[in-house]
Every structure is written in C-alpha cells, then in structure tokens.
C-alpha cells in the first residue's frame, strides 16, 4: 500500500523555525496515530513526537518538549510538526509513521531532511 510522505524539510539556521506536514493518502477517517521520528548522523532512530485521532493526546521527547509542537490539520490524514528554537541538534531525517485504524500496523514515510547550521 501507499507510503505516507512527509514535506517541508530543509535548511536553517540556529533559532530558526521549521513546519513539517505528513499526510497519509490511505486514511479517509476515523481512528488514527500518526508519529514523528528522527535519525541524526551516526545515531539511531528516536522518537519525537506523536498524536491520537481518537482522544486529541499529544506525546514529546523531553528533548523538544516546548519547542516542538504536533497538530491534526483540517483534512484528516494530514499532521503538521511545527518547529520553533530549533538547534543544531535537531538535524537529522525526519520519519513520518501512521498507525491507519489502532491496530499496530505501522506504515513508515521515506523522510525528511532537516539541517540546522549554527
């Protein structure tokens, strides 16, 4: 089936802000996650942050608790990411990965660069 496909990557500088979008063309309604992941250079793949269609909740690393913020957008297959103070620290790829009905299958995007120069 379709991968979800993530946009809105790119370069810039330290403090500067950043809006990711993930949207997952497999999902018309109803009961989703959708999750936000990273891999920086020589590490391995973190978790960042995650939302429930089902109850609004919102989950954060500690590392970008208060900087990071994940939203539902108004088509319901859509998430945003929205990055603000961002740091060198934060480069890496960015994943995008849906959970499409709560049963724990997971579909994985191919992911986004972010690079943040100090």
């Known amino acids: 089936q379709a991968q979800p496909v993530e946009s809105g990557g790119g370069s810039v500088q330290s403090g500067g802000s950043l809006r990711l979008a993930c949207v997952d063309s497999?999902?018309?309604?109803?009961?989703?996650?959708m999750n936000w992941y990273r891999q920086a250079p020589g590490k391995e793949r973190e978790f960042v942050a995650g939302i429930w269609r089902g109850d609004d909740s919102t989950y954060y690393a500690d590392s970008v608790k208060g900087r990071f913020t994940i939203s539902r957008g108004n088509a319901k297959n859509t998430v945003y990411l929205q990055m603000n103070s961002l740091k060198p620290v934060d480069t890496g790829v960015y994943y995008c990965?849906?959970?499409?009905?709560?049963?724990?299958?997971?579909?994985w995007g191919q992911g986004t660069q972010v690079t943040v120069s100090s």
């Open positions: 497999a999902i018309f309604d109803g009961y989703y996650r």
């Open positions: 990965a849906t959970d499409r009905s709560g049963s724990g299958d997971w579909y």
